[in-house]
Nanobody, 115 residues
Framework: QVQLVESGGGLVQAGGSLRLSCAASGSIFSIIVMGWYRQAPGKQREMVATQTSGDITKYSDSVKGRFTISRDNAKNTVYLQMNSLKPEDTAVYYC?????????WGQGTQVTVSS
């Protein structure tokens, strides 16, 4: 069973940057879309950024222009570069990879932005 392992979360001041990584423990075939989601306390999980296998990228309006999703197929890794962080970006961030046959989720990594 493939597992997704996230890293790179932490505490940062407003205006700072973080880079999240999500590494798959094995090869995932027939990937449809890879993405990042987040869930703040008391709120529903929301899409942050997604990228299809055809490189179509989508961002939530709240992060557009500040966050960038990318991937390294050779390393089975997807990244989220987060710049100009705001306190409202504070949440647990989850990696997601959806293939034709499976829908994988990481365990989540906490991002806290102080004002």
């Amino acid at each position: 069973q493939v597992q997704l392992v996230e890293s790179g979360g932490g505490l940062v001041q407003a205006g700072g940057s973080l880079r999240l990584s999500c590494a798959a423990s094995g090869s995932i075939f027939s990937i449809i879309v890879m993405g990042w989601y987040r869930q703040a306390p008391g709120k529903q999980r929301e899409m942050v950024a997604t990228q299809t296998s055809g490189d179509i990228t989508k961002y939530s309006d709240s992060v557009k222009g500040r966050f960038t999703i990318s991937r390294d197929n050779a390393k089975n890794t997807v990244y989220l570069q987060m710049n100009s962080l705001k306190p409202e970006d504070t949440a647990v961030y989850y990696c997601n990879i959806r293939s034709t046959y499976h829908n994988y989720w990481g365990q989540g990594t906490q991002v806290t932005v102080s004002s």
